[in-house]
């Protein structure tokens, strides 16, 4: 549990009792903390007002330097396993990481309005709700796993073949980025303003995989089955 108040910056309340007894666990960072999660008892998350991101493995005893996303520092995070988490930022900006951390990809760039969200809630990685000034609500959903059933056509058909052995064909071309993703929701291959039609997939193991592509805000998925 984070104290908010001015008197206990930097300090957490812990239980290891189910809440029948409490003893304080000291942040290194004289600072507010704004959000709290943990995966299990050891592993946890937390932000600090303007600091970042700070992460535990033994259950607050010590924790890592500030983590930056960006060059910036989130307003929020949500640990969904050890090895997965999501964080926001006030201008509604997400990031998410699959490594415990270390690497973080931004999936929603944000609002770039005049509305600050600093609390967001979370039922998994792909759904929230962030709750900003003056009333405001924002829904967040990334189905970067499976395909809405409200897809058109077009974005059904986004490379050939399809099931594919080692190599597909991208329709159209140029995009500014490209993505794979596992079924468990790993990404596999990134590539930042990919160029071009000819995708070789040698590396990748058969199986069933999501490819989405991005064309500036929208994000364009498809199926890939590697036999």
Known sequence: MALRTTE??????????????????????????????????????????????LITHDGGETWSEPLHIN????????????????????????AITADGGENWELRYEGQHRMVRYPVSFFLDEQQSWMVGDNGAILRYKDEYLGLPSNMSYEQ??????????DVIYLLPENHSGLSIYDMH???????????????ALDFLPAGIYQLVLRSGYKKLHQKLVLE
């Open 8 to 53: 206990y910056k930097g300090l957490l309340l812990k239980t290891t009792d189910g809440g029948a007894s409490w003893h304080f666990v000291q942040i290194p960072i004289d600072e507010r903390i704004g959000s709290i999660s943990f995966a299990n008892p050891e592993t946890g998350m937390i932000t600090l007002y303007n600091q970042g991101i």
């Open 71 to 94: 060059e910036r520092a989130a307003s929020f995070v949500k640990m969904i396993t050890p090895e997965r988490a999501v964080a926001t930022f006030e201008d509604a900006m997400v």
């Open 156 to 165: 059904q058909k986004l490379f050939y073949p399809n099931p594919a052995n």
């Open 185 to 199: 929701g790993r990404k596999v291959f990134y590539q930042e303003k990919f160029v071009g039609s000819r995708l």
